[in-house]
């Protein structure tokens, strides 16, 4: 084994680490079940959107492929969570498959709700692959004008 001296800038004047780093991240972050029926470790993570409006705050989830009926939205004191699955189509046996890069399995996103939050009045939709919560405000959080007297 070769002794070699310790550079205190190797990371940086390495021409050769962003490549070694790229393939130790790529490795640890590969799923052990590469090509099987789901992602890293069966789960996956939808993005949602959180958009404040006057009246309400909307969350939008992105969840193409995933049924209405696998989806659970429940509400905690002032956790709301959204749970679900997405499952892989059954192949068959003369399919000759040459990638596999949507993900499938479980996914589960929480979000803690402001106190303003009417919960009676939740109402959440489902269109082509999206789901909408529109969480109402109540009356108290609303913003308004208050109208100056002069006298």
Do not use: C
Not at 63 to 86: A, H, Y
Not at 89 to 100: G, L, P, Q, T, V
Not at 124 to 149: C, N
């Amino acid at each position: 084994m070769a002794i070699t001296k310790l550079n205190p800038m190797w990371p940086v004047l390495d021409t050769n680490y962003p490549n070694r780093l790229g393939r130790f991240l790529e490795h640890m972050l590969e799923s052990p079940q590469q090509g099987e029926n789901s992602s890293l470790f069966g789960h996956w993570m939808p993005p949602v959107d959180v958009i404040e409006e006057r009246d309400t705050i909307r969350l939008v989830a992105e969840l193409p492929g995933v049924r209405p009926e696998d989806v659970k939205i429940s509400l905690e004191g002032n956790l709301l969570t959204l749970q679900g699955e997405k499952h892989k189509e059954e192949e068959r046996e003369d399919d000759k498959a040459y990638r596999f890069e949507r993900t499938y399995g479980m996914f589960e996103r929480s979000f803690t709700l402001p106190a303003t939050i009417d919960a009676n009045k939740i109402v959440a939709k489902f269109d082509s692959g999206l789901l909408t919560i529109l969480l109402p405000k109540v009356e108290a959080a609303k913003p308004r004008q208050i109208a100056v007297k002069v006298e």
